[in-house]
């Protein structure tokens, strides 16, 4: 059974079991490590949430202003463990009921991912999200990266 509970201080040990796709997202993007990148998407964010399987967090997501947006936007994301996989649709039908209630106040959403993070790509598309840029030399590692976009 999947749960959701606001983020707290202690969900953030869920960077010990990340995904190696999400951890080389971070690594490719901002070059930092992942609990500090995590502690400060989690900061940054208006909404954040943990999703657990029983007790266990299996994913933490968030969604802030986007702070270059005159046409209020808002950046989206989602970092988590293997289990998100495992759990498949479970996961994917409580996704879009959680990225709904997010995206109220925001006109679109918005998200940059490393094209190598495949789940993302699929759990994005699936949520009605579109590719609309692709940036070939992007990140500290200069990867390439897609940006994708949803109208609320």
């Not at 293997?82 to 409580?94: M, N, P, T, V, W």
Request: aromatic content about 10%.
């Amino acid at each position: 059974m999947i749960s959701v509970a606001e983020t707290t201080t202690e969900d953030l040990s869920v960077v010990e079991h990340l995904r190696i796709a999400d951890l080389r997202e971070v690594k490719a993007l901002t070059g930092e490590e992942p609990l500090s990148a995590l502690a400060r998407s989690v900061q940054s964010s208006a909404l954040c949430f943990t999703a657990f399987s029983g007790t266990t967090p299996i994913a933490i997501f968030g969604v802030g202003p986007d702070p270059q947006s005159e046409a209020g936007g808002g950046i989206v994301w989602l970092v988590g463990t293997d289990e998100i996989a495992e759990l498949g649709i479970a996961f994917l039908r409580r996704s879009d009921k959680w990225l709904r209630m997010m995206a109220q106040p925001y006109t679109y959403l918005w998200n940059i991912v490393d094209a190598r993070n495949t789940l993302h790509i699929r759990w994005l598309r699936w949520l009605g999200f579109h590719a609309i840029s692709e940036y070939e030399n992007y990140g500290v590692e200069g990867r390439k990266f897609i940006e994708f976009m949803r109208m609320t």
